[in-house]
């Protein structure tokens, strides 16, 4: 159930993981430098009152890969969020209740998360990516809102000591799997993941 996540860094430039190549466009680092500043780095879920969105890296029909700001709780259509606990979503779940946003997936970029009074991160802090799903609505004025929920998995190592979920961390190597706009979101896919995220799971760390 991890309800907060970010990027640690100061300055005009905000150094991310290698494979997440439009963070290095100019808009892009302008947008996220931004939102750094706002938010001090720190993804929070979106309220209905104080509306706050946070940056995820999503593939368009093309394949190309773009920065953009969305809201932390997933909608399904344009009536707004969905009423059930929809930040997070089960990795072993993809499949059944979240079917239809599985085929439309994002990253959320990190150097952090927090889960019960750990704040977890890499060894030496450096960034990382988060699987999530997405869905766009198109809002009653006629604008479009992304939407997104986190994927988590089963905790492991030293995270399993604080809380039995944790939020599913990419290896860079399925960065172009995830991201796919053209691969199916299907059982191989989901293994896929949940054996790639096992290494790197492992050796996050709490401060």
Request: hydrophobic share 35%; net charge negative.
């Amino acid at each position: 159930m991890c309800a907060s996540y970010g990027l640690s860094g100061s300055g005009e430039r905000i150094e991310l993981p290698d494979g997440l190549e439009p963070l290095s466009e100019k808009d892009s680092q302008a947008l996220l430098s931004e939102w750094m500043e706002q938010r001090s780095g720190s993804a929070k879920i979106t309220g209905k009152n104080a509306v706050n969105l946070n940056p995820i890296i999503r593939a368009n029909e093309s394949g190309e890969r773009e920065l953009l700001m969305a809201w932390w709780w997933i909608w399904l259509d344009s009536s707004g969020p969905v009423k059930f606990s929809a930040f997070n979503s089960r990795d072993d779940k993809l499949l059944r209740s979240w079917k239809r946003p599985f085929q439309h997936r994002a990253i959320l970029p990190a150097s952090w998360y927090v889960e019960k009074g750990g704040k977890f991160h890499l060894p030496e802090h450096e960034p990382f990516g988060i699987a999530a799903l997405t869905n766009t609505v198109t809002r009653e004025d006629g604008t479009e809102l992304v939407t997104y929920s986190m994927v988590t998995r089963d905790s492991v190592g030293e995270a399993a000591d604080y809380w039995p979920r944790m939020p599913l961390v990419l290896p860079q190597d399925l960065y172009s799997d995830w991201l796919d706009p053209k691969r199916p979101g299907d059982e191989s896919l989901v293994s896929e993941v949940q054996h790639g995220s096992d290494e790197i799971s492992r050796t996050l760390t709490a401060a």
